[in-house]
């Protein structure tokens, strides 16, 4: 058969083997660079850390304060790269969904805290991922 018999595709991933037999039968091997596993769960790991101390920095502001406790519920209920944020107050539950939006001393605190900081702040979120996990 005319032409190469072996074609190799390398890229920082790894790299694809391709060979042609004289009978015209086809094969190829793919073959990952040994780091590349390790390499991505670390990057994995760090966009996991980043996105969980994230989400508590950006959203404190939308959490209700009276004395502090529940915003460092959110602290200590949360393992930092856990993909688990977690306010764990006894009265979390009930000040995130059966109460109002807002609040008299700041309009931005209130119920549902996640989902207003989401709002506000998931571009920002996806974008930090991105960057540290390697994303486009």
Not at 49 to 64: A, C, Q
């Amino acid at each position: 058969m005319a032409g190469n018999p072996k074609i190799i595709v390398k890229t920082p991933r790894g790299q694809v083997i391709q060979t042609t037999t004289k009978s015209g039968k086809v094969t190829a091997k793919l073959t990952w660079n040994p780091d590349f596993g390790d390499r991505k769960t670390g990057d994995f790991s760090r966009a996991q850390k980043f996105l969980d101390s994230e989400v508590l920095r950006t959203t404190t502001p939308f959490v209700p304060i009276k004395t502090g406790a529940l915003i460092k519920s959110g602290q200590l209920g949360t393992v930092i790269g856990s993909g688990q944020v977690t306010w764990n107050a006894p009265y979390a539950r009930y000040q995130y969904y059966s109460t109002s939006l807002s609040r008299t001393y700041d309009a931005q605190r209130g119920g549902k805290w996640f989902e207003r900081s989401k709002a506000t702040n998931k571009p920002a979120w996806i974008a930090g991922v991105k960057k540290i996990a390697g994303g486009r």
